[in-house]
């Protein structure tokens, strides 16, 4: 029986064959942390009695939730990791770097390689042909001090897309249909495996949208074929020369395959209070907004920005609507104020934050008032995800964000 493509990655690591189902120990290239999970993951570092980290040069600790802080107590859990990052050696990604999930498939993994970090969404490096997935904090300590972990191997769903995207459609409105289609727990502990024509026409940045948000369909990681563009994307970084492909074999098992014709895919918008709860943007009606939000690990990189630009050039948003658009990293960041980018959200009025989390997790930055709608390119619009259990969110692409920010109520154009 032939081996999947995440079958193929843990079976390296572990170090013979592997199948779905078999519980393995295997060997850990990257381990991550971020402001939220990381002072716990330190505590428990700790009360392991070891005296360093196994990779320090690999062991990330990102400052990027509450970035900056917006209150002492968050402030004093960065100090934690300030001093770990001192003490052991582990690699600090302080405050204004950038999201963490962003910031590791800028400068940390590579394809073949396995990650763990203590954060769910740590599946988005999973584009860069990696086998990445999301850990409590314990098992991440565990992963700092040893370099192994211990995992079930996922089984499988083979994602096919076939054909193109219609004009304004992006592999955000992609994900959702698909979350749609199968639900928030659909693919528990399950890889999705991305294939087909429409997947190998994708750019870098739209594959690190759909693996970002496997998770969000209960997936355990989402996983691509390294080529040509995952090549070119790591030569851009400096790192052309970690490029290395993996194939799944001809003869693999698959739990499940789900064909998705392209053309088929409307603007789509998960509504409060589920992911899965998706419709396209013409069933909805006048949702009016009082707040946009454009960035996040899932959709704040430099060609979101420019596709939000290019819609806003010479525009005002509405009256009656904030516009937040906060960069994914410093280097976004810095590629955005080259491009001008920055000059177009500003005439525009839109705010723009530090590189970072933003409003997502309902820290700081965008935190929603009582009975307020909200319209953002992130990956959850759970209740209170915003920092207010009586917000409204509702989750889109960044083309529709742009176009929503115009008009004041949901919109594609």
């Not at 895919?265 to 992911?275: A, E, L, W």
């Not at 010479?314 to 658009?325: F, Q, S, T, W, Y």
Request: charged share 25%; with cysteine.
């Amino acid at each position: 029986m032939g081996l999947t493509l995440v079958e193929k990655i843990i079976s390296e690591h572990a170090g013979k064959t592997v199948h779905a189902g078999e519980l393995v120990i295997s060997h850990v290239d990257v381990t991550a942390v971020q402001d939220g999970t990381g002072p716990l993951t330190v505590q428990e570092f700790k009360k392991l009695g070891k005296n360093k980290l196994n990779n320090p040069e690999r062991t990330i600790l990102f400052i990027d939730h509450a970035s900056p802080s917006p209150r002492k107590e968050l402030s004093n859990t960065h100090m934690v990791l300030r001093d770990f990052h001192k003490e052991y050696g582990a690699v600090l990604s302080d405050t204004g770097a950038g999201v963490c999930h962003q910031r590791l498939v800028e400068t940390f993994v590579n394809p073949g390689e396995i990650l763990i970090g203590a954060d769910s969404h740590t599946c988005t490096s999973g584009a860069l042909g990696a086998f990445a997935t999301g850990m409590g904090s314990t098992d991440i300590a565990v992963g700092m001090a040893l370099g192994k972990t211990w995992l079930k191997v996922p089984a499988t769903f083979k994602i096919v897309v076939k054909g193109k995207l219609r004009e304004g459609i992006y592999a955000k409105d992609l994900m959702l249909h698909l979350i749609g289609m199968i639900g928030a727990d659909g693919a528990t502990y399950k890889a999705l495996e991305f294939t087909g024509d429409t997947i190998d026409n994708m750019t870098m940045s739209e594959r690190f949208t759909l693996a970002n948000m496997a998770v969000e369909a209960g997936a355990k990681c989402g996983l691509f074929i390294a080529d040509e563009k995952t090549k070119a994307f790591l030569e851009e970084r400096g790192r052309g020369d970690k490029f290395r492909q993996i194939l799944p074999d001809p003869d693999a098992e698959y739990e499940r395959i789900i064909e998705i014709n392209a053309e088929d895919v409307p603007h789509t918008v998960s509504c409060p209070h589920t992911v899965d709860n998706t419709k396209g943007v013409n069933e909805l009606g006048h949702v009016k907004v009082n707040q946009v939000y454009v960035g996040t690990c899932t959709n704040g990189r430099i060609e979101d920005l420019r596709v939000v630009a290019k819609i806003l050039e010479g525009k005002k948003v509405h009256e009656d609507v904030r516009m937040l658009i906060c960069p994914a990293s410093k280097d976004v960041y810095k590629q955005a104020l080259k491009e001008g980018l920055i000059d177009i959200f500003v005439d525009s009025n839109a705010s723009i934050l530090p590189p970072g989390c933003g409003p997502c997790v309902g820290v700081h930055a965008g935190i929603l008032g009582d009975g307020e709608v909200c319209l953002a390119t992130q990956n959850r619009n759970f209740q209170g995800r915003m920092g207010n259990t009586k917000g409204f969110i509702y989750l889109a692409s960044p083309y529709v964000a742009a176009y929503t920010a115009l008009r004041g109520y949901i919109s594609a154009e």
